[in-house]
């Protein structure tokens, strides 16, 4: 009796478990095609959503957001958007500076004179000084900005900052004829030359005839100065500009119209030439200078102003 009742709960606990997993098999069949239903009315919305999401990139106005110059990391040497006019005296300078306040209305930027200076060399403590003044003045103003000021050629990578892109302005140095302004009294001031003021804050660079002074003036030029334009070539200069900054220049020519003048000098004679040379510095003096002119007549005539 108690074999068979053995039998009889081993049977019982067997057809048991057959009936769970045969219920449990019935069950999940029942349950496929709408788990499977399911899956497919997920894939159909992701899709949908995926083809949302290309017609709104397609579609949208892309904005860029410029950062900061406190929040970026690597900063390149010189800012485009950023100009410093180098000004020479008797060069033409103020020409640039007062078609550059013209212009920056029209053109939508801000241009800044810096406080009047004596144009002579800078301790390492002025440069510093110098470099942070125009460095929280771009910070602290939106760019572009453009500058002008009393200022030999300063190299502000030598101080940890990103420097502005350099311009400027030269006339052949046998014709000191100098561009003024018409006003009674005014002072007609020679042509010194150019060197010293691309060469920058080193003592050596105010010494004439020095050969490390041009080399270095050059080598300043080509890395900081994508364009130095020629005062006898003044069109040429200003489209130079117009093509290197279009966002600073656009329209430098027909501003310019207004004020070239109508009409020519008459010329100066040899003789004159001659005394004027001599009354400021030999010709021997100026040869370096000549050199340095016609080296970057050449690179603006020959529209290689971008290679810095």
Same mark, same amino acid.
């Not at 470099?131 to 900005?145: D, G, K, S, Y």
């Not at 030999?152 to 900052?161: K, M, T």
């Given at each position: 009796?108690?074999?068979? /009742? =053995? +039998? !009889?709960?081993? *049977?019982?606990?067997? &057809?048991? $478990?057959?009936? #769970?997993?045969?219920?449990? %098999? ?92 004596? /144009? =002579? +060399? !800078?301790?390492? *403590?002025?440069?510093? &000084?110098? $470099?942070?003044? #125009?460095?929280?003045?771009? %910070? ?169």
């Amino acid at each position: 009796m108690r074999r068979n /009742r =053995g +039998l !009889l709960l081993s *049977l019982s606990t067997c &057809l048991t $478990v057959v009936f #769970i997993v045969l219920n449990t %098999r019935s069950s999940t069949d029942l349950l496929r095609p709408a788990i499977a239903a399911e899956k497919r009315s997920a894939l159909k919305e992701q899709k949908a959503s995926r083809a949302d999401d290309r017609w709104i990139t397609r579609n949208q106005t892309h904005r860029y957001v410029t950062p900061s110059l406190a929040e970026l990391r690597d900063l390149p040497y010189k800012h485009k958007h950023v100009l410093m006019l180098t000004r020479i005296p008797g060069a033409g300078a103020e020409l640039i500076v007062l078609i550059l306040q013209r212009l920056q209305g029209y053109n939508a930027f801000k241009h800044i004179r810096l406080p009047p200076g004596d /144009r =002579g +060399l !800078l301790s390492n *403590l002025r440069q510093e &000084l110098m $470099v942070e003044e #125009i460095t929280n003045i771009i %910070r602290q103003e939106a760019i572009p900005l453009t500058f002008d000021g009393d200022v030999r050629f300063l190299n502000f990578s030598e101080f940890g900052r990103q420097g502005p892109t350099f311009i400027s302005l030269v006339r052949n140095p046998l014709k000191p004829r100098i561009w003024q302004r018409h006003r009674k009294g005014e002072e007609k001031a020679l042509y010194h030359g150019a060197i010293p003021y691309f060469c920058g804050q080193d003592p050596r660079c105010t010494e004439r005839n020095n050969t490390w002074a041009m080399e270095r003036a050059k080598t300043n030029v080509i890395r900081w100065y994508p364009v130095v334009g020629i005062l006898d070539y003044m069109e040429e200069s200003l489209n130079a500009l117009a093509v290197e900054f279009p966002y600073f220049f656009k329209g430098a020519i027909r501003v310019y119209d207004h004020f070239r003048p109508r009409e020519k000098h008459p010329p100066i004679s040899s003789a004159a030439l001659k005394l004027r040379v001599k009354d400021t510095a030999s010709r021997k003096m100026l040869a370096q200078e000549v050199d340095f002119y016609h080296w970057l007549k050449s690179r603006l005539l020959n529209k290689t102003f971008n290679n810095g």
